[in-house]
């Protein structure tokens, strides 16, 4: 938030000198008027205009985006949900709680996924840098990476009593890094991804 | 389900005044039909139409919820 003070004659003037100055149009700001200013007669009694404006900054800007984005689909979607959303190391959390946490979820997270993409995309259309938006509903996405974690190491050791590589099901890349990441300290095996995307799918193999 | 095509639309292209959709319901059917722009076709298709399939995704989420079934085609 910038915060700035102005005066002028009248308070619209004043107005348009900061719109002007700054480069910014009425949604981006808001305005406390501090003086409404006096004509005066003849010279006499006179007082300027003053104004304070908060100008709000990009990265506001898209926090209220993402907030307002996520509430209104879901919204429209005919949920009942509670949203809130947070900033961790430059991405933007956004969790829902709602009873109907199953529909937001999908198969698999497969709605969480396109709403999360979604909303990516709605975020950052107009701005310069791209800031990541994650969505996560009830806790879902730690208990999808413990899952997830479980079942790397429960195949690494199948792959190592039968000494025969194995796939895994398709997975998206956030997923796929998951596995990739909990058997990277396995010394005796090894992973890579194969297939096309959506289809694509993490090996487990054995370390040569 | 045509508002909720509509939120998304508009929050995807530049010329959110040009978004229209509309709705027929056939049973336990619905029909959407999108138009947008011709130059923000791009913005609601994506590469290897990967938006279209979030906005697909999504809204048979929704139409699930009522038990209806739901069928997005994008015009320009």
């Known amino acids: 938030m910038i915060r700035v003070e102005q005066t002028a004659k009248t308070v619209d003037e004043a107005l348009e000198l900061v719109l002007s100055k700054y480069k910014v149009s009425k949604e981006d700001i808001t305005i406390t008027v501090v003086d409404e200013g006096k004509k005066g007669f003849l010279g006499l009694g006179t007082k300027e205009a003053k104004i304070i404006v908060e100008i709000k900054e990009e990265s506001e800007k898209r926090k209220e985006k993402a907030l307002e984005f996520v509430k209104e689909v879901v919204s429209k979607m005919g949920i009942d949900a509670e949203v809130t959303l947070k900033e961790e190391s430059e991405n933007l959390l956004v969790n829902i709680e709602s009873p109907d946490i199953g529909i937001i979820i999908g198969r698999r997270g497969e709605t969480l996924d396109s709403l999360q993409y979604l909303t990516g995309l709605a975020v950052n259309k107009d701005s310069s840098e791209w800031t990541r938006v994650i969505l996560d509903a009830s806790g879902y996405r730690k208990r999808r990476e413990e899952s997830l974690i479980e079942l790397a190491k429960k195949k690494a050791e199948r792959v190592k009593y039968t000494r025969r590589k194995l796939s895994l099901e398709p997975m998206n890349p956030q997923e796929r890094r998951i596995i990739h990441t909990a058997l990277q300290e396995d010394p005796m095996v090894t992973t890579f991804s194969e297939g096309d995307e959506p289809y694509r799918r993490v090996v487990i193999a054995l370390k040569k | ?76």
């Open chain 2, 1 to 76: 389900m045509k508002e909720l095509i509509e939120v998304l639309a508009k929050s995807l292209v530049d010329n959110p005044d040009q978004v229209f959709v509309t709705e027929k319901i056939d049973g336990e059917v619905i029909f959407l039909e999108l138009k947008v722009a011709d130059s923000d076709m791009g913005k609601v298709i994506g590469k290897r139409g990967r938006i279209a399939k979030a906005l697909r995704t999504v809204l048979k989420a929704a139409a699930n919820k009522d038990r209806k079934k739901a069928m997005l085609e994008i015009v320009g």
